[in-house]
């Protein structure tokens, strides 16, 4: 069973920076690749950044340069860390892995950014 925790949301300043945590309950974490998506009101859920086991990470065109994707192996979680965040990153954040066909979902944290 895989089980996905995002944390680290809030609301921020335009130019502001988060660091969004997902921490994640499974076997061979390090094995599979992790991702970020967002999805904003009245919009579909769209990817932001995956990360492979081994480091190798990409990113979507509208974060790239301002957002960084990591993971710490050894403790089952990947990060996101935001950076110059605009209002058009306002959006719900959601971790994401595959296992085979089946896709594993978050529950999501909310990023608002507002002055």
């Known amino acids: 069973q895989v089980q996905l925790v995002e944390s680290g949301g809030g609301l921020v300043q335009p130019g502001g920076s988060l660091r969004l945590s997902c921490a994640a309950s499974v076997s061979s974490f390090s094995a599979y690749t992790m991702a970020w998506y967002r999805q904003a009101p009245g919009k579909e859920r769209e990817f932001v950044a995956w990360?492979?086991?081994?480091?190798?990470?990409n990113y979507a065109d509208s974060v790239k340069g301002r957002f960084t994707i990591s993971r710490d192996n050894a403790k089952n979680t990947v990060y996101l860390q935001m950076n110059s965040l605009k209002p058009e990153d306002t959006a719900v954040y959601y971790c994401?892995?595959?296992?085979?066909?089946?896709?594993?979902w978050g529950q999501g944290t909310q990023v608002t950014v507002s002055s």
């Open positions: 994401s892995t595959a296992r085979g066909v089946s896709n594993y």
């Open positions: 990360i492979t086991g081994g480091g190798r990470t």
